[in-house]
Protein backbone atom coordinates (compact mmCIF):
# COMPACT_ATOMS: atom_id res chain seq x y z
CA UNK A 1 0.00 0.00 0.00
CA UNK A 2 3.23 2.28 0.51
CA UNK A 3 4.51 1.95 -2.93
CA UNK A 4 1.60 2.77 -4.69
CA UNK A 5 1.03 5.64 -2.35
CA UNK A 6 4.73 6.56 -3.47
CA UNK A 7 4.06 5.96 -7.31
CA UNK A 8 0.90 8.18 -7.37
CA UNK A 9 2.25 11.08 -5.48
CA UNK A 10 5.57 10.68 -7.71
CA UNK A 11 3.92 10.68 -10.84
CA UNK A 12 1.62 13.60 -9.44
CA UNK A 13 4.67 15.52 -8.90
CA UNK A 14 6.15 14.16 -12.66
CA UNK A 15 2.78 16.04 -14.39
CA UNK A 16 2.98 18.98 -11.94
CA UNK A 17 6.91 19.46 -12.93
CA UNK A 18 6.20 18.95 -16.30
CA UNK A 19 2.88 21.74 -16.67
CA UNK A 20 5.36 23.96 -14.97
CA UNK A 21 7.96 23.73 -17.59
CA UNK A 22 5.95 23.93 -20.61
CA UNK A 23 3.84 27.17 -19.07
CA UNK A 24 6.35 29.11 -17.66
CA UNK A 25 9.48 28.14 -19.78
CA UNK A 26 8.35 26.28 -23.07
CA UNK A 27 5.39 28.22 -23.94
CA UNK A 28 6.93 32.06 -22.25
CA UNK A 29 5.27 35.02 -24.41
CA UNK A 30 7.60 36.93 -26.55
CA UNK A 31 9.22 40.25 -25.63
CA UNK A 32 7.07 43.19 -27.41
CA UNK A 33 10.35 45.21 -29.03
CA UNK A 34 7.86 47.61 -30.89
CA UNK A 35 6.93 48.44 -26.94
CA UNK A 36 10.41 48.60 -25.56
CA UNK A 37 12.35 51.09 -23.89
CA UNK A 38 15.47 51.09 -25.55
CA UNK A 39 19.04 49.73 -23.40
CA UNK A 40 21.08 52.42 -25.72
CA UNK A 41 20.29 55.46 -27.46
CA UNK A 42 22.82 56.07 -30.29
CA UNK A 43 23.57 57.31 -33.49
CA UNK A 44 24.17 54.65 -36.43
CA UNK A 45 27.68 55.42 -37.20
CA UNK A 46 28.92 55.28 -33.11
CA UNK A 47 27.26 51.71 -32.57
CA UNK A 48 28.92 50.73 -36.16
CA UNK A 49 32.30 52.07 -34.70
CA UNK A 50 31.73 50.60 -31.70
CA UNK A 51 31.30 47.05 -32.81
CA UNK A 52 33.69 47.45 -35.47
CA UNK A 53 36.90 48.27 -33.52
CA UNK A 54 36.14 48.01 -29.97
CA UNK A 55 34.03 44.77 -30.23
CA UNK A 56 31.78 46.67 -27.81
CA UNK A 57 29.05 43.69 -27.31
CA UNK A 58 25.44 45.52 -27.23
CA UNK A 59 24.25 42.05 -28.10
CA UNK A 60 21.10 40.69 -26.76
CA UNK A 61 20.03 44.95 -26.24
CA UNK A 62 17.74 46.87 -27.52
CA UNK A 63 18.99 49.91 -29.40
CA UNK A 64 17.40 53.03 -30.75
CA UNK A 65 19.70 54.12 -33.87
CA UNK A 66 19.46 57.39 -36.03
CA UNK A 67 21.14 57.89 -38.96
CA UNK A 68 21.01 58.64 -42.92
CA UNK A 69 19.87 54.96 -44.18
CA UNK A 70 21.59 54.45 -47.56
CA UNK A 71 19.22 51.64 -48.72
CA UNK A 72 16.11 49.52 -48.35
CA UNK A 73 16.68 46.20 -49.24
CA UNK A 74 13.06 43.89 -50.10
CA UNK A 75 13.00 40.22 -50.11
CA UNK A 76 9.80 38.10 -50.08
CA UNK A 77 8.48 38.50 -46.76
CA UNK A 78 10.97 40.54 -45.20
CA UNK A 79 12.41 44.07 -45.22
CA UNK A 80 15.45 45.51 -44.24
CA UNK A 81 16.71 49.29 -43.97
CA UNK A 82 20.14 49.24 -44.27
CA UNK A 83 22.70 52.07 -42.82
CA UNK A 84 26.39 51.65 -45.11
CA UNK A 85 29.70 52.96 -43.57
CA UNK A 86 32.17 50.52 -45.45
CA UNK A 87 32.38 48.63 -48.98
CA UNK A 88 33.74 45.47 -47.75
CA UNK A 89 34.99 42.80 -49.96
CA UNK A 90 31.44 41.18 -50.01
CA UNK A 91 29.82 44.50 -50.67
CA UNK A 92 28.36 46.94 -48.42
CA UNK A 93 29.02 46.74 -44.06
CA UNK A 94 26.97 48.46 -41.95
CA UNK A 95 24.08 48.13 -40.15
CA UNK A 96 21.05 46.06 -41.25
CA UNK A 97 17.60 46.21 -39.18
CA UNK A 98 15.16 43.53 -39.97
CA UNK A 99 11.61 45.62 -39.99
CA UNK A 100 9.00 44.27 -38.23
CA UNK A 101 6.06 43.37 -40.76
CA UNK A 102 3.55 46.83 -39.90
CA UNK A 103 6.79 48.61 -41.27
CA UNK A 104 7.44 47.49 -44.19
CA UNK A 105 5.27 49.59 -46.16
CA UNK A 106 6.63 52.88 -44.26
CA UNK A 107 10.14 51.72 -45.16
CA UNK A 108 9.58 50.95 -48.69
CA UNK A 109 8.65 55.38 -48.88
CA UNK A 110 11.63 56.18 -46.56
CA UNK A 111 13.57 59.44 -47.94
CA UNK A 112 16.89 58.17 -48.28
CA UNK A 113 18.63 61.15 -47.68
CA UNK A 114 16.42 62.25 -44.14
CA UNK A 115 17.57 60.88 -41.14
CA UNK A 116 15.28 58.03 -40.09
CA UNK A 117 15.33 56.67 -35.85
CA UNK A 118 14.92 52.72 -35.82
CA UNK A 119 14.70 50.37 -32.75
CA UNK A 120 15.13 46.94 -32.81
CA UNK A 121 16.95 43.72 -30.84
CA UNK A 122 20.73 43.73 -31.76
CA UNK A 123 21.57 40.23 -32.13
CA UNK A 124 25.28 40.85 -32.57
CA UNK A 125 28.16 41.41 -35.14
CA UNK A 126 28.99 38.98 -37.86
CA UNK A 127 32.37 40.83 -38.82
CA UNK A 128 30.60 42.97 -41.73
CA UNK A 129 27.38 43.97 -40.60
CA UNK A 130 25.75 44.78 -36.87
CA UNK A 131 22.21 42.77 -37.08
CA UNK A 132 19.17 44.26 -35.65
CA UNK A 133 15.94 42.18 -35.54
CA UNK A 134 12.27 43.17 -35.00
CA UNK A 135 12.74 46.90 -35.69
CA UNK A 136 10.18 49.51 -35.75
CA UNK A 137 10.72 53.12 -37.18
CA UNK A 138 10.52 55.85 -34.86
CA UNK A 139 8.46 58.84 -35.43
CA UNK A 140 9.91 62.36 -33.91
Known sequence: MNWKKITGILILVGILGAAYVWFFVYNKPHRDYEAA?????LTAS???NYFAT????YTGKVLQ???IAQKVETDDSLVVIVFVFNQGM?????IR???LPKYHKQAKTLNLKKPVTVKG??????DTDV???NCSIIEK
Do not use: A, M, Q, W
Request: aromatic share 16%.
Open 90 to 94: FGDEG
Open 54 to 57: HKKD
Open 121 to 126: YCTGFN
Open 46 to 48: SCY
Open 131 to 133: ILE
Open 65 to 67: IKG
Open 37 to 41: KPDFV
Open 97 to 99: CTL
